[in-house]
């Protein structure tokens, strides 16, 4: 798995985007950048993925830098329901591999 | 939307007693996995199942642990003889057979070992 780095922790203002950074220097090939959230105890949460262009769904958008080293993760809009710990995840590219969390950022979100 | 589920939510057992985490993992999906999480600690994954085998695992699953799919809708994870330190939240996850699609969680079953 390619090695992902993020900041261990973020603050954000309600309604204000939340912009979260993942450097993965090492990606390669066809492997994809995966975003998952934890909101307290609840199961990982899965947000977006993306290989090398830019993704957007109804809960954030993904950019992906063109050299692929970085990606950054943005909440439009951020709620306090938001406040959770965002894990950034580039598994290799065999079929079926698991994914492996590593601490990822932690969001809190005031108002 | 479907949706992986697991049961119990949360289960007490005694020290050296055996226990079995459940899951319903979403009807479609192909590959299966567990993971665990101890309190204040991060995501550990334990194992992965494919075409009713192992495919992965880490270091952590060992011989105490073991996994099935019984039928054609479960798959369960069993602990032989519980230890203080299998205390933990285990998630199921499930993803669909088509390659780089996501792993969908459930939401875990606390396990909490006397």
């Known amino acids: 798995d390619a090695k992902t780095t993020q900041p261990t922790s973020m603050d954000c203002a309600e309604g204000r985007a939340a912009n979260l950074p993942c450097n993965h220097s090492t990606i390669s090939g066809n492997e994809y950048v995966y975003w998952y959230r934890q909101i307290h105890s609840q199961g990982p949460q899965y947000i977006i993925h993306g290989l090398k262009n830019n993704e957007t769904n109804e809960m954030a958008s993904l950019i992906i830098t063109e050299d692929r080293k970085s990606s950054t993760l943005i909440l439009p809009h951020a709620t306090l329901r938001d406040t959770a710990v965002y894990y950034c995840?580039?598994?290799?590219?065999?079929?079926?591999?698991?994914?492996?969390f590593g601490k990822g950022t932690t969001l809190s979100v005031s108002s | 939307e479907p949706e992986v589920t697991q049961t119990p939510s949360h289960q007490v057992t005694q020290m050296g007693q055996e226990v079995i985490l459940r899951c319903v993992p979403i009807?479609?999906?192909?590959?299966f996995y567990w993971y665990r999480q101890i309190l204040g600690q991060k995501v550990e994954f334990l194992v992965s199942?494919?075409?009713?085998?192992?495919?992965?695992k880490s270091e952590i699953f060992d011989d105490q642990f073991s996994v099935e799919r019984p039928d054609g809708s479960n798959f369960t994870l069993k602990i032989r003889s519980t230890k203080l330190e299998d205390s933990a939240m285990y998630f199921c996850?499930?993803?669909?057979?088509?390659?780089?699609?996501?792993?969908?969680f459930g939401n875990g079953t606390r396990l909490t070992v006397t």
């Open positions: 995840i580039v598994p290799n590219n065999q079929a079926g591999t698991a994914l492996i």
């Open positions: 996850a499930s993803r669909p057979g088509v390659q780089n699609s996501p792993l969908h």
């Open positions: 009807s479609n999906h192909l590959y």
């Open positions: 199942f494919y075409n009713n085998e192992i495919s992965e």
